[in-house]
């Protein structure tokens, strides 16, 4: 059975702080890796990661994959308020029919207190 | 570009009644998916459509149903509403739904169903 699993589930931290959120996955034929935000209601798209080892930057936040690990770290430098949100982990299996599943983890649920 | 809609926002039902919850893609999107979310399941994959056809399934019984029309939009049901079927509706709209385009898979603000 296909498994995304996130850690820590919650998480308090002051602005100014680096917090690394963590996610670990069985999928079948794995092939990337997602990460989105979700602040009130909609998931935002943050990252895809495919390859092992290549970190992805947008800003304060980075990303990386290690394939043979089977696992994914979030990082979040000089943490702000507005980066209070839940940041979900998913990774997509194929299905059939030329389309794909994506399996969520819970989420890790990121407090920023001033 | 218009956002993914959903319509209702919030919708308040009691057991045994049934529900219908309306998704309309953003244009020129034509794979529509369909997720679940609790706080104790996370959010979990209803099911997906391609013009007009259901690709995908999750394991949710047979109460939960959809359909697509010729326009993308998309229509979820829940029959026999139980306790357990209060949660967050979200549905996600992409050009395809392969896996090329997954990362443009673009969700919508969300039904909150809540069963009494």
């Known amino acids: 059975e296909d498994k995304v699993v996130q850690s820590p589930l919650s998480l308090v931290v002051h602005e100014g702080d680096t917090v690394t959120l963590n996610c670990s996955y069985e999928v079948t034929n794995f092939r990337s890796l997602l990460w989105y935000k979700q602040e009130k209601k909609a998931p935002t798209f943050l990252f895809m990661l495919t390859s092992s080892g290549i970190e992805k930057k947008s800003g304060r936040l980075s990303s990386i994959l290690d394939k043979k690990e089977l696992f994914s770290i979030l990082n979040i430098t000089a943490t702000q308020t507005g980066d209070s949100a839940v940041y979900l982990c998913a990774a997509p299996a194929y299905s059939g029919a030329g389309s794909y599943q994506l399996t969520f983890g819970k989420g890790t649920k990121l407090s920023v207190i001033p | 570009k218009a956002g993914v809609t959903q319509t209702p926002r919030y919708l308040i039902k009691t057991r045994g009644q049934q529900v219908t919850l309306s998704c309309s893609p953003i244009?020129?999107?034509?794979?529509v998916s369909w997720y679940q979310q609790t706080p104790g399941q996370g959010l979990q994959f209803l099911f997906e459509y391609f013009s007009e056809t259901q690709r995908n399934k999750g394991n949710f019984p047979g109460r939960f149903s959809g359909r697509q029309f010729s326009n993308s939009r998309s229509e979820m049901n829940v029959s026999t509403l139980e306790l357990g079927d209060s949660a967050l509706y979200l549905c996600?709209?992409?050009?395809?739904?392969?896996?090329?385009?997954?990362?443009?898979?673009?969700f919508g603000p969300g039904t909150r169903l809540t069963v009494l």
């Open positions: 996600a709209s992409s050009p395809t739904g392969l896996l090329v385009t997954i990362d443009e898979q673009f």
């Open positions: 244009s020129g999107h034509r794979s």
